[in-house]
């Protein structure tokens, strides 16, 4: 069953139907489309000024005592004799004060009379006094007899510290003959930090 509602209004005794305003709608919004996810990638206007981004440049660290700001490369040949009558010979290595020498990798070459045999060793010091002094062995392997002299080589990548000290850094070769004069050539490869304690 329908039911029909009617409203009146009364005017000087008349009724007449009573019409209802009809309300106001608003308009449909208008829908702007997505743009693109590649709207991006599109190229630069004429006049668009080019704007440059640049993020900061990270600093190396390393863990340990050391705070590293720079890492600057390190490379060392040195060389030197030992003569008729001796056994040893060694060189220091110097390090600046306030740095400290991480020392990655050392080739050497060692020759002598025939016969004769060779050790090597690289001494550091971390804590400046002698006692905890440090000896790195190196080994060395014949290369072969050239003109009546023997040739040996060693090679050895590592990880080891240096710091300034006394006595300081020091690379030492020893024989196993006083005979003849012996002759070694070493180049230590690495870098330098500074130190903050």
């Given at each position: 069953m329908t039911v029909l509602f009617l409203t009146a209004s009364v005017s000087f005794g008349q009724v007449s139907p009573h019409r209802a305003t009809p309300k106001k709608t608003a308009a449909p919004a208008s829908i702007t489309p997505a743009t693109s996810s590649n709207e991006h990638l599109k190229p630069l206007a004429p006049d668009s000024p080019a704007v440059a981004v640049a993020s900061a440049p990270a600093k190396a660290s390393t863990p340990g005592a050391a705070s590293i700001d720079t890492m600057q490369p390190f490379l060392k040949t040195i060389n030197f004799d030992i003569p008729a009558g001796t056994t040893q010979g060694n060189c220091p290595i110097t390090i600046p004060e306030?740095?400290?020498?991480?020392?990655?990798?050392?080739?050497?070459?060692?020759?002598?009379?025939?016969?004769?045999?060779f050790i090597a060793q690289i001494q550091t010091n971390v804590a400046h006094t002698e006692s905890l002094r440090g000896k790195i062995w190196l080994v060395f392997f014949y290369q072969g007899t050239f003109s009546g002299i023997d040739v040996f080589t060693a090679s050895h990548q590592m990880h080891v510290y240096a710091e300034p000290s006394v006595p300081p850094a020091l690379f030492v070769a020893t024989r196993t003959d006083i005979s003849g004069a012996a002759f070694i050539e070493a180049t230590i490869s690495g870098y330098i930090v500074n130190m903050r304690r």
């Open positions: 306030g740095k400290r020498l991480v020392i990655e990798y050392v080739s050497v070459r060692a020759q002598g009379p025939t016969g004769q045999k």
